[in-house]
């Protein structure tokens, strides 16, 4: 007998909900004002959040509980073309863990998000970069969306509210699918590293200069330095003319690339 059995641990929930609502808003911000607005850096702060957030998400793919581990994702190409005919053909096999659609969707998403923030940081110095950053942005939209259509899909033609899966953790599987908790000091770690990371940003960022400094990384430009319109602008080490850096290890991750 089927019945609502736990699958979906806190952290792999919390992270759902807040990676989605991150990305969304990266991306809506980016979709509608300029890269000169001055909320276009709450663009850079949440893609820099939902960047992390994908890093603690790898760990967790390790130490996660079950189907919450990528060991237990199914991707096997065979499988997923099997799993798509099935669905097409009204008889998919079902899954306790993510199917196979939702396997390589997760995993793309992970990747292009990743590739999306990687781009933007090294787009400063590689130019064409900046380009690639907004076609990888646009093509995570793609498998979004397709994601969404495909959880609209099974939760029409299976009667069953899979959305619900990602609030209560619960889905219709047999009971020895369970997991045996759902990591509640794990989901409490998660979002208090999350809020540190955006709070060590905020708190970082020198508004004088443009620049916030990341432990590790160093200073990164991501603003025009501020000052009165006339001001001599410090030269970077670059000779771009566009603000003092600190660190060694500096990347000039910037608006100003035009
Ligand atoms: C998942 C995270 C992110 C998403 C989804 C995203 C999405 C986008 C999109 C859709 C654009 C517009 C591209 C176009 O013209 O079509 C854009 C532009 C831009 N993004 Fe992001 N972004 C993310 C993270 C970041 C981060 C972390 C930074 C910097 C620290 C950043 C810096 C920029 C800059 C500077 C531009 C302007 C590019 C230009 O017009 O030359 N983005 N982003
Ligand atoms: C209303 C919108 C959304 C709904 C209803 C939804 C629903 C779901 C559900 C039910 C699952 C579990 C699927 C399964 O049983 O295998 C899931 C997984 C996932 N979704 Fe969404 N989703 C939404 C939006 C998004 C967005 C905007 C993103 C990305 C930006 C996203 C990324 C993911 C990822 C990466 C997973 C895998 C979770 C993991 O293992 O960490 N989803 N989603």
Redesign the pocket.
């Known amino acids: 007998m089927k019945k609502r059995t736990l699958v979906w641990d806190l952290p792999?929930r919390l992270?759902?909900w807040l990676?989605?609502a991150g990305?969304?808003g990266a991306l809506g911000i980016a979709a509608s004002v300029g890269h000169r607005d001055p909320t276009f850096l709450i663009h850079k702060l949440l893609g820099a959040v939902v960047g992390f957030m994908v890093l603690l998400?790898l760990v967790w793919g390790l130490v996660g509980s079950r189907w919450?581990r990528f060991r237990d994702f199914t991707l096997r190409p065979k499988l997923l073309l099997e799993y798509l005919r099935g669905v097409f053909g009204g008889s998919e096999r079902r899954y306790s863990g993510?199917?196979p659609a939702?396997s390589f969707a997760?995993v793309g998403?992970?990747g292009l998000v990743l590739a999306t923030v990687a781009t933007a940081l090294l787009a400063p110095t590689y130019r064409f970069l900046g380009e690639v950053h907004g076609v990888l942005a646009w093509t995570t939209l793609a498998v979004?969306v397709l994601?969404?259509a495909g959880?609209v899909l099974h939760s029409y033609r299976r009667r069953e509210n899979?959305?619900m899966?990602?609030v209560d953790g619960r889905?219709d599987a047999p009971a020895a699918a369970a997991i045996p908790s759902t990591r509640r000091f794990a989901a409490v770690a998660f979002v208090a590293l999350t809020a540190l990371f955006t709070a060590g940003l905020v708190h970082n960022y020198d508004p004088t200069a443009g620049t916030v400094t990341v432990p590790l990384v160093g200073t990164v430009r991501v603003a025009r330095p501020a000052g009165n319109p006339g001001d001599p602008v410090p030269e970077l080490p670059g000779g771009h003319g566009q603000g003092p850096l600190t660190a060694a290890s500096t990347l000039r991750a910037s608006t100003d690339r035009r």
């Open positions: 792999t992270f759902h990676f989605a990305f969304l998400r919450s993510h199917n939702t997760a998403i992970f979004v994601h969404v959880v899979i959305t899966s990602m889905k």
